[in-house]
């Protein structure tokens, strides 16, 4: 005789049906939700790629094993990381798995009728009985219906039952979710984001070669972007005297959305974007361009133009480089714009405030090997000077010029810049209505009540009335006191 | 003409703290002086020493606490509009501006909490929570009045704040009743409750009462949230970018969904849920002071 317990095979459907029982257990789903809100921790602390790109590279220059390891373990991407996407599709999954044979039994439980009245009324809440005067029952019944309550009527007693929005707003709520995360995927698999910076007098013509930096959702190409162009006609930024703080920028634009058609003049401000379709063009920040020329010995041009520069603080301190690659050799102006100058005993040339009342340029020239050609990306805002002499050190004011061993340098005038993002994100509106959705079944499912009410007139002429609430919710008192009112006839 | 309003403001959100004062004030005596002394003439029996609880004592006190913690709510709904009126726009543009229109939040989730439940045994918790915030912000996070930044020019920050604002309110409120549900509790492990801590509610009231206070305004959070990430699309480009104020705010709202969840579907009660309500209400604090002001990102308004 076999001493071994015999234990049920599971077998493999078996373990399925397992498995998915646990895994879309409330128990499960919990654990998951709270393993979301504690897993969404360390993209909080940690800088992420999306946001600060910068402040990751700088941990990476700061400690480059440490950063290594943190990176294997997708530190700096927490959001689109593999274990945190886990985490998520595990609970829609989780989610999916207990909502539809709910909202299944729901659609069937809200269709059929209020089960039968119990036997013995006195067991259940809020008992109340008194001697029929007769009338009762069709009182009752025009009571409980203007009331919207489902009724069953039977010979001598009615069973009604209300609050199925309860369930209803419960399921609208859970399915609402899943429909914000279909549109965030539509909006990360069919969108794009770019940024580019653009002069105040210049256009943006919107193809790929325009943009500072370009990003395409997955199923998304460059054929795909609408043919408009953007003429930057004027920006104007208002600061605040005492605080240097900005209080408002307002851009002008003139808008050809395809070729052909007349320019439309619209303005963008920070909270009103530009938008065509489901593409958005937003004034995200602005700067200033130093407009220069830069002549060979011979006095030929051989740089005009505006220069983007790069804001290091609030009072829009910039720096920038000038690069002169067709000069021979080439020549580098490592310069700083300062709107409105002033000079500090420690951090030398300083801006006191953003907007330009009294701009001035500080640079220093180099000449030598730009470094253009060798293939590796440069900022435009710096210059890599290994290469490189120093040859000379200048400030000018707007309509000043200065001649350097081999040429000179001029710095007309300035114009703002705006960096204009563009954006299409096609999955947002499913979002927006994933979350009205949202909040309205929200609000259902927490302020209805399920109960039912039963009347009967019993064989020896006393009318009973009775009730039940699920989750013992509130109010069915009250509830049942009116019921009993109205049919004792008092107002 | 706008320094006058300021100057009402601040001398409003002064009176305010010494209002508060005397309310706070008002509730520790009610506190205290409700327990009688064992007098010989109570009892005859065996239990001569215990001492016994009297309102009708404090019944006076109590009522002056309740009045004093409405003029108190007054004067700062009266500093917040004025401090509003000064920088012509809605007064939620920077940190000392949170905090305040926080604290009137919070005052007023509790005085109207206060017409539907006998909740005065609270107003000591609530004097010195609202206290400590106005003190925290006239000195530390005082700046004058000034004009919002171009970002935060738009309608969605009258509605976006100011859900935010009255859920973390009533989130608070929450908060400060299960830290009660838990003291009381503990205390009940080891024997019947001492004498001033009787007249507080049956530990099933409280926890039902918190219960009820995040049920009654989770969704509102929901909607402070979605209506942030509406602004968020008209204002950066984008709806959602786990910025880390929004990474918290969704946190916060996981954790409440969680005890949500927890209570109805699985029947959690006591210590349990009213743990899990004082995370998710930490989240929520910790979202307000260490993003606002130690934070990187997109929300650093606090203008520290």
């Known amino acids: 005789m076999s001493k071994a317990i015999e234990?049920?095979?599971?077998?493999?459907?078996?373990?399925?049906?397992?498995?998915?029982?646990?895994?879309?257990?409330?128990?499960?789903?919990?654990?998951?939700?709270?393993?979301?809100?504690?897993?969404?921790?360390?993209?909080?602390?940690?800088?992420?790629?999306?946001?600060?790109?910068?402040?990751?590279?700088?941990?990476?220059?700061?400690?480059?094993?440490?950063?290594?390891?943190?990176?294997?373990?997708?530190?700096?991407?927490?959001?689109?990381?593999?274990?945190?996407?886990?985490?998520?599709?595990?609970?829609?999954?989780?989610?999916?798995?207990?909502?539809?044979?709910?909202?299944?039994?729901?659609?069937?439980?809200?269709?059929?009728?209020?089960?039968?009245?119990?036997?013995?009324?006195?067991?259940?809440?809020?008992?109340?009985?008194?001697?029929?005067?007769?009338?009762?029952?069709?009182?009752?019944?025009?009571?409980?219906?203007?009331?919207?309550?489902?009724?069953?009527?039977e010979n001598n007693s009615i069973s009604a039952e209300k609050g199925f929005t309860r369930e209803t707003g419960n399921l609208f709520f859970h399915l609402s979710l899943v429909l914000i995360l279909i549109g965030v995927g539509l909006g990360s698999l069919f969108g794009m984001r770019g940024y580019a910076i653009v002069n105040v007098g210049e256009r943006f013509i919107n193809v790929p070669t325009t943009y500072d930096s370009l990003t395409f959702g997955?199923?998304?190409?460059?054929?795909?972007?609408?043919?408009?162009?953007?003429?930057?006609?004027?920006?104007?930024?208002?600061?605040?005297?005492?605080?240097?703080?900005?209080?408002?920028?307002?851009?002008?634009?003139?808008?050809?959305?395809?070729?052909?058609?007349?320019?439309?003049?619209?303005?963008?401000?920070?909270?009103?974007?530009?938008?065509?379709?489901?593409?958005?063009?937003?004034?995200?920040?602005?700067?200033?361009?130093?407009?220069?020329?830069?002549?060979?010995s011979a006095g030929n041009v051989a740089l005009q133009g505006p220069v983007p520069f790069l804001p290091q603080d609030g009072n829009l301190k910039s720096i920038g480089a000038i690069k002169v690659p067709d000069a021979d050799p080439q020549i580098g102006f490592v310069a700083t714009f300062l709107p409105t100058q002033a000079r500090d005993s420690v951090r030398g040339g300083i801006s006191v405030f953003p907007e330009a009342l009294d701009p001035k340029m500080l640079f220093s020239i180099w000449r030598g090997d730009l470094g253009l050609n060798t293939g590796v990306p440069q900022s435009v805002y710096r210059i890599d000077t290994s290469k490189m002499e120093r040859i000379g050190l200048e400030s000018l004011k707007p309509g000043e010029s200065f001649s350097y061993d081999g040429g000179s340098i001029t710095f007309e005038t300035y114009v703002p810049w705006v960096n204009l993002q563009v954006v299409r994100d096609p999955g947002k509106n499913y979002a927006l209505l994933g979350g009205i959705v949202a909040i309205l079944g929200l609000l259902a499912s927490l302020f209805t009540r399920r109960r039912r009410i039963w009347i009967r007139i019993s064989e020896s002429g006393k009318v009973e009335v009775a009730g039940l609430a699920k989750n013992s919710a509130p109010g069915l008192e009250a509830e049942i006191a009116r019921v009993v009112s109205s049919l004792k006839g008092e107002k | 003409m706008s320094e006058t309003w300021a100057y009402i403001s601040n001398y409003s959100i002064y009176s305010a703290m010494a209002v508060f004062t005397l309310s706070f004030l008002a509730h520790a005596y009610e506190t205290a002086w409700a327990v009688r002394a064992p007098q010989s003439t109570d009892s005859t029996d065996g239990n001569l020493a215990i001492k016994t609880l009297d309102y009708t004592r404090t019944e006076k006190a109590s009522r002056i606490a309740t009045a004093l913690m409405i003029l108190g709510f007054i004067l700062l709904f009266t500093g917040v509009i004025a401090r509003g009126i000064s920088a012509q726009r809605v007064p939620w543009g920077n940190m000392y501006e949170f905090s305040i229109t926080g604290a009137l939040a919070f005052t007023g989730a509790y005085l109207a909490a206060l017409r539907k439940y006998d909740l005065r045994w609270l107003g000591l918790l609530v004097s010195i929570a609202v206290l400590l915030t106005l003190g925290t912000a006239i000195a530390v996070l005082y700046r004058p009045s000034a004009p919002l930044v171009p970002a935060l020019k738009s309608t969605w920050l009258v509605i976006h704040v100011s859900a935010a604002i009255i859920s973390g309110g009533v989130f608070l409120l929450a908060n400060a009743i299960s830290a009660a549900y838990l003291y009381l509790d503990s205390m009940e492990r080891k024997g019947p409750r001492t004498l001033w801590a009787q007249r507080l509610p049956s530990l099933e009231v409280l926890d039902q009462l918190s219960y009820r206070l995040v049920a009654f305004v989770f969704p509102l959070w929901t909607f402070a949230v979605i209506a942030g990430a509406i602004w968020a699309e008209s204002a950066w480009g984008r709806y959602w970018g786990w910025d880390p104020k929004e990474t918290w705010a969704f946190i916060t709202w996981v954790a409440y969904a969680a005890y949500l969840h927890a209570r109805v579907t699985i029947g959690w009660r006591g210590r349990r849920a009213a743990w899990l309500c004082l995370f998710a209400g930490s989240t929520f604090l910790f979202n307000y002071i260490y993003v606002n002001i130690y934070g990187t990102g997109k929300h650093t308004y606090s203008g520290l």
């Open chain 1, 218 to 296: 997955k199923l998304l190409s460059e054929k795909d972007l609408p043919p408009f162009v953007i003429t930057v006609d004027n920006f104007v930024a208002k600061y605040n005297t005492f605080t240097n703080a900005p209080e408002d920028y307002t851009l002008d634009v003139s808008v050809v959305e395809s070729p052909g058609a007349q320019p439309v003049k619209r303005t963008v401000k920070v909270n009103s974007p530009l938008r065509f379709g489901s593409t958005n063009v937003y004034l995200q920040a602005n700067g200033y361009s130093p407009i220069v020329t830069v002549r060979d």
């Open chain 1, 7 to 153: 234990l049920p095979e599971l077998g493999a459907t078996g373990l399925l049906r397992y498995s998915w029982r646990q895994l879309t257990s409330m128990r499960t789903a919990l654990i998951l939700l709270l393993m979301l809100g504690v897993a969404a921790i360390p993209g909080s602390v940690i800088p992420q790629r999306d946001q600060n790109p910068m402040k990751v590279s700088e941990y990476f220059t700061n400690s480059p094993t440490l950063s290594l390891w943190m990176d294997r373990f997708s530190l700096f991407d927490v959001y689109g990381s593999p274990w945190f996407s886990a985490i998520y599709i595990l609970l829609f999954i989780s989610l999916i798995g207990c909502v539809l044979p709910r909202s299944v039994e729901h659609f069937h439980a809200a269709r059929a009728l209020p089960p039968k009245t119990p036997k013995n009324l006195d067991r259940m809440e809020f008992y109340t009985t008194w001697e029929s005067q007769g009338g009762e029952m069709e009182i009752a019944h025009t009571l409980l219906r203007s009331s919207r309550f489902r009724i069953l009527q």
